[in-house]
């Protein structure tokens, strides 16, 4: 059950360029969140900005009661938080929505595909974390995880994903790290059959895939996942206002209508999702 | 000493006078475990439509300066689902129930869901949405407005609530099939909202809401495109607060009938602002999802601002504005 309360800011800082990380102390939310799931958080005290901003949750330790989210400085709201100060304390209500469904993991064989486009990194890290600790320590699971970006500037966490046992690939536009591309193309690589002709799907076929980042990066995994027979996860994004379920604000349209991304989501099947031209697409 | 915060709404009577608004509280679950839903003056539905509504695209909201733009367009599982599915909730919660209802073609629709609803026990009043701004793309609102005043649709405006005429037949015609209290929410998208009050307490109204979001819109200039999918919506929090203010004024110096007042309440003070302007009630809306207690703590706001200045009852602080 989600909760409002004051978090108190253990750390809050940048980690490089337009990045931050904070870590906040609720040992309530820390016990209770999982993979995929959010914060939605007040940065203001007065009313510009007026609304709460959703940031995933980037990872916890239950033990400490922690709870970290890691951002990107964007707009008003983004600014006013990277410039909070550790000691001090957040309105922070959470844990939100519905995170990534782990259940037909276990058992498997094989570990998971987690591709994270620019801040999608966010939410995989502690779906990273949770899989490389496992249910029980003999469970634990070695995502492959793939992180895209525009330049290596928007290249987050590759350390952290190694330190928990991740094989990680990276993928820039302008080829400044990694394979020069989109992160999807480094993914349909390792789905496609080693022999086309033969048409039997790669081993990698039977594996989930875990994804978050921006739309067009989304809508292409979908497309993937429907080619090679796949399961795809996807967290998605929309302009969220209550993040409660109440204003039904943020939502995306489904094959069962229109859900919202901050009760139903915002981790959805990439099978569920009609994909349309998007209105936030496009320019003069 | 406890001091009375009790007021009446037609036959309701609510334990104080804040009352959470249509659309900014789900069906109020949403809510639970957030605060103390039994603390409330009253609860009020997000509309309801005779049938089901998807509501339109996203980008359905927008941050604006003190504010947001909203066009959700009116999504709604109808009435019976949530008859079925949602109902027995508030049987059990104990706070009064407001049922909004609107329609998007016909306003025999209106008649219809008010006579199904008379039938429920549970509810205590029905509010008549006669001024959503958000359901134009759909279903053109000037044929609705057309049928209710009985013209055509180039001599209407676009919503009920625009035109007194069409205000008063809507009115009249609800007021025949139901004894349930009847609230009827106006918009301030017009010239002078004290017509549109006039006439809606003439047809027979127990009480006026106000106000409903005022329409806007909002650019992104990188984009040169709107920032809804919809382009236009309406404009809720405290950025029309001044303008929701002066319009309850306005309306308590003409009707007799108490009026349930919002438009960018934040806080006990600018819920006073709103009883002293002449609101019997005040509704909380954009509010509710900045901080999801926040309506209880007005509450306890308002009645530690009674005990402040020795004032006894509510009642004596409504339009009790100085001159
Ligand atoms: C469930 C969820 C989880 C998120 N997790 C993270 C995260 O872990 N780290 C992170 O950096 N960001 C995350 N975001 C996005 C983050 O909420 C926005 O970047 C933030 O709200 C921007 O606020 P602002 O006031 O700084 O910018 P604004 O001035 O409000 O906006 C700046 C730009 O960001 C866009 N924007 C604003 N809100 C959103 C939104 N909700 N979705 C998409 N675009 C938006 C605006 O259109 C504008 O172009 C998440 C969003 C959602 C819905
Ligand atoms: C997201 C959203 C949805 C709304 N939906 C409805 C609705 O279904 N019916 C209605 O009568 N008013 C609706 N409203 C209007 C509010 O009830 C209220 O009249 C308005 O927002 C002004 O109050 P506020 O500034 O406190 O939000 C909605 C407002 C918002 C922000």
Redesign the interface.
């Given at each position: 059950?989600?909760?409002?309360l004051n978090a108190k800011i253990l750390e809050n800082a940048r980690i490089k360029g337009s990045y931050f990380r904070s870590v906040l102390l609720s040992r309530q939310i820390a016990s209770h969140s999982r993979p995929g799931q959010f914060l939605n958080i007040?940065v203001s005290s007065g009313?510009?900005?007026?609304?709460?901003r959703p940031l995933s949750i980037h990872g916890v330790d239950k033990k400490k009661g922690e709870i970290r989210i890691l951002y990107e400085v964007v707009g008003r709201g983004s600014e006013i938080l990277s410039q909070q100060k550790s000691g001090g304390v957040l309105?922070i209500?959470g844990p939100l929505g519905h995170g990534f469904d782990l259940r037909n993991l276990y058992p498997v064989t094989r570990n998971p595909i987690l591709v994270a486009g620019g801040m999608g990194v966010a939410p995989l890290f502690f779906l990273a974390e949770t899989l490389g600790q496992g249910p029980r320590k003999r469970h634990a699971l070695h995502a492959r995880v793939l992180i895209g970006g525009r330049t290596k500037e928007q290249i987050l966490c590759e350390n952290e994903f190694k330190s928990c046992g991740c094989r990680v690939e990276i993928a820039t536009d302008d080829g400044s790290r990694g394979f020069k591309g989109k992160v999807t193309e480094l993914l349909e690589r390792m789905l496609r059959p080693p022999n086309p002709v033969s048409r039997i799907p790669s081993p990698e076929s039977r594996i989930p895939i875990y994804a978050c980042g921006p739309r067009p990066m989304l809508r292409e995994i979908s497309r993937l996942a429907s080619v090679y027979h796949i399961s795809a996860q996807l967290s998605l994004e929309?302009?969220?206002?209550?993040?409660?379920?109440?204003?039904?604000?943020?939502?995306?349209?489904t094959r069962t209508?229109?859900q919202r991304v901050c009760k139903e989501g915002p981790v959805f099947n990439a099978e569920e999702i009609v994909w349309?031209k998007s209105?936030?697409?496009?320019?003069? | 000493m406890k001091r009375n915060l009790s007021v009446r709404i037609g036959k309701l009577v609510l334990k104080n006078p804040v009352v959470v608004a249509s659309g900014t509280f789900g069906y109020a679950e949403e809510f639970r475990g957030f605060l103390n839903l039994k603390k409330l003056g009253a609860i009020v539905t997000k509309t309801l439509t005779l049938r089901p509504r998807q509501g339109n695209p996203p980008p359905r909201t927008c941050e604006t300066p003190s504010g947001m733009l909203n066009s959700i367009g009116l999504e709604n599982p109808g009435i019976e689902v949530f008859v079925k599915e949602k109902l027995s909730f508030f049987k059990r919660l104990g706070v009064p129930l407001v049922m909004s209802i609107a329609s998007e073609e016909d306003p025999a629709e209106f008649v219809e869901l008010a006579q199904r609803i008379d039938a429920l026990r549970e509810v205590g009043a029905i509010e008549l949405n006669i001024s959503c701004p958000n359901i134009r793309p759909q279903a053109s609102g000037s044929r609705l407005q057309a049928k209710a005043c009985g013209v055509q649709p180039a001599a209407c405006s676009s919503l009920i609530a625009q035109d007194a005429h069409a205000t008063h037949s809507l009115v009249k015609k609800v007021r025949r099939v139901t004894t349930k209290t009847l609230i009827t929410k106006l918009s301030p998208n017009v010239t002078d909202i004290t017509d549109i009050a006039l006439a809606a307490e003439d047809a027979g109204t127990d009480a006026i809401a106000l106000v409903n979001t005022l329409s806007g819109m909002c650019i992104d200039v990188e984009k040169r495109r709107a920032a809804l999918a919809v382009t236009t919506g309406g404009l809720s929090g405290p950025a029309i607060r001044p303008m929701a203010v002066r319009m309850v004024w306005e309306t308590y110096q003409k009707i007799r009938i108490p009026i349930i007042g919002m438009g960018g309440i934040i806080d006990t003070q600018s819920a006073l602002e709103f009883i002293i302007a002449g609101a019997t009630a005040v509704s909380i809306g954009t509010a509710n999802f900045v901080d999801p207690a926040i309506s209880q703590r007005i509450v306890e706001g308002l009645q530690a601002y009674l005990l402040r200045y020795k004032i006894k009852d509510v009642h004596s602080l409504v339009g009790a504005l100085l001159l």
């Open positions: 059950m989600a909760r409002q007040k009313t510009h900005p007026l609304l709460r309105d209500i929309e302009h969220m206002s209550c993040g409660i379920g109440a204003c039904l604000g943020c939502v995306v349209k209508g229109y349309e209105f936030r697409k496009g320019g003069p | -």
